[in-house]
């Protein structure tokens, strides 16, 4: 069975730059997971999709950060424009159920650098 | 507020020994607690979850723990290896069950 996709792998952009990481989840997992987890903590939930509808978005910037799914598979995030603070690992995730109870697979991250 | 408390510490071990970690909550109720292993440049790989009314839960050299009336979790690894090397985190779920949060984590590194 593959894995979660992520790509890039690294990504570094100067300050006020836009960046966009992509996900491709575990075939016919319905919920989809996009985590930050900055260097020394553990990751941080931005934002959960079932199928192509959010769920939970409360801990994700929306002044800056947006997210979609199209077609209930694939995933973007996006950060437009990019601050210093944004420098992390954004880690995808997928589950086949909705609870958080449920086992999430996550890809291997794409390291973003802000300068 | 909610917190998950993981000792930032690296723990070092002798190969052949047990190491235990621990994982402190506050203002929690979690219904279960999960831990997963986070390799460097790599994403967290599930390893167990345990219910609260589940005192202990075991898989292969792993070994969990609630304790509810605590607010922890232990976790031990018995006859450590050197591939046991890697960072483990706890995870709980916060409003309703649909959220996890994960604490930082502890290192372990296992001494050949």
């Known amino acids: 069975e593959a894995g979660v996709a992520q790509s890039p792998r690294y990504k570094i952009i100067e300050k006020r730059q836009s960046v966009a990481f992509w996900c491709n989840p575990i075939?016919?997992?319905?919920?989809l997971y996009w985590y930050q987890q900055i260097l020394g903590q553990g990751p941080k939930l931005l934002i959960q999709?079932?199928?192509?509808?959010?769920?939970?978005d409360s801990q994700l910037p929306k002044d800056r950060f947006s997210a979609e799914r199209l077609k209930g598979v694939d995933s973007t995030l996006k950060i437009q424009p990019a601050k210093l603070e944004d420098s992390a690992v954004y880690l995808c995730?997928?589950?086949?159920?909705?609870?958080?109870?449920?086992?999430?697979?996550f890809g291997p991250g794409t390291r973003l650098t802000v300068l | 507020s909610q917190k998950i408390e993981q000792n930032s510490e690296a723990l070092n071990i002798q190969e052949g020994k047990t190491a235990t970690l621990t994982c402190n909550y506050t203002?929690?109720?979690?219904?279960?607690l999960q831990w997963y292993r986070q390799d460097p440049g790599r994403g967290p790989v599930f390893l167990l979850l345990?219910?609260?009314?589940?005192k202990e839960k075991r898989k292969e050299r792993l070994k969990v723990t609630f304790d509810t009336t605590l607010k922890q979790s232990l976790f031990h690894i018995t006859a450590s290896q050197p591939a046991d090397s890697a960072t483990y985190l706890c995870?709980?779920?916060?409003?309703?069950?649909?959220?996890?949060?994960f604490g930082k984590g502890n290192q372990v590194v296992v001494i050949p």
């Open positions: 995730a997928s589950s086949s159920g909705t609870g958080a109870y449920n086992e999430q697979f």
């Open positions: 075939s016919g997992h319905a919920t």
């Open positions: 999709f079932q199928n192509n509808g959010v769920v939970d």
């Open positions: 203002n929690y109720s979690p219904a279960y």
């Open positions: 345990i219910r609260e009314n589940e």
């Open positions: 995870a709980l779920p916060l409003y309703g069950n649909n959220r996890l949060a």
